[in-house]
């Protein structure tokens, strides 16, 4: 079975700042991994996924994401944050099969002038 | 296009009682996916359904159940309502047939308070 593991449950971070919130899966065979964020009383807007090509996936919003699987990781970057980024962000695994997603428990990013 | 929409917006509801949840799902996406995401938590994945037949289901006792519509629209039902399933309920749908590589799109979600 899937999981994943999202270290850090809130970070705070200085607008213009750069970001990097982590991620760590663990699945058998070779993973389907996205990235959502929530805004507070909105539903989950897909930032990027990935499952083959490029390790480097670059997403909406000027987000970006790795994956290292000698890590198990795929962290979600962003160079320069802005106050609209606040928001809490989920690391999700997906299975091939069919569209069993597992979410992580989430970062709360806070963004401060 | 118009997006993935819910209703009702918040609900309470008393132990024991049963409710039913509402998702419009974007026009010609074949498959919907439910899931619960309590209080702090990431969300939960309930059940799929694709083409009106339910094709996945997470670890939901069988008082989670689900109808999907011809017309892009489902129900999640909930039976003999436990305290502990308060939380948010998330559909998403997607226009194919539910593979884990297709974007899916989520709806704002439903708040259910069970007292």
């Known amino acids: 079975a899937q999981s994943v593991t999202q270290p850090d449950i809130h970070i705070t971070v200085s607008e213009g700042a750069s970001l990097e919130l982590r991620c760590n899966y663990s699945y058998g065979a070779t993973p389907y991994l996205f990235w959502y964020v929530q805004s507070p009383g909105q539903g989950l807007q897909l930032l990027l996924k990935?499952?083959?090509?490029?390790?480097l996936v670059q997403g909406i919003k000027g987000f970006e994401a790795e994956f290292k699987r000698s890590q198990s990781s795929f962290n979600l970057r962003k160079p320069s944050v802005h106050w609209s980024d606040a928001a809490e962000y989920f690391c999700?695994?997906?299975?091939?099969?069919?569209?069993?997603?597992?979410f992580g428990t989430g970062t709360k990013l806070q963004v401060i002038p | 296009e118009t997006g993935v929409t819910q209703s009702p917006t918040h609900l309470i509801k008393t132990r024991g009682q049963q409710v039913t949840l509402r998702c419009s799902s974007q026009s010609g996406h074949n498959t919907v996916s439910w899931y619960q995401q309590a209080l702090g938590q990431g969300p939960q994945f309930i059940f799929q359904?694709?083409?009106?037949?339910?094709?996945g289901r997470g670890n939901f006792p069988p008082r989670f159940s689900g109808l999907q519509f011809p017309n892009y629209s489902s129900e999640l039902n909930v039976n003999a309502l436990e305290l502990d399933d308060s939380a948010l309920y998330l559909c998403?749908?997607?226009?194919?047939?539910?593979?884990?590589?297709?974007?899916?799109?989520f709806g704002p979600g439903t708040r259910l308070l069970v007292l």
């Open positions: 998403a749908s997607s226009p194919g047939g539910g593979q884990p590589q297709e974007t899916q799109y």
């Open positions: 999700a695994v997906g299975a091939q099969g069919y569209q069993k997603v597992t």
């Open positions: 990935y499952f083959s090509g490029d390790t």
């Open positions: 359904y694709y083409r009106e037949e339910e094709n």
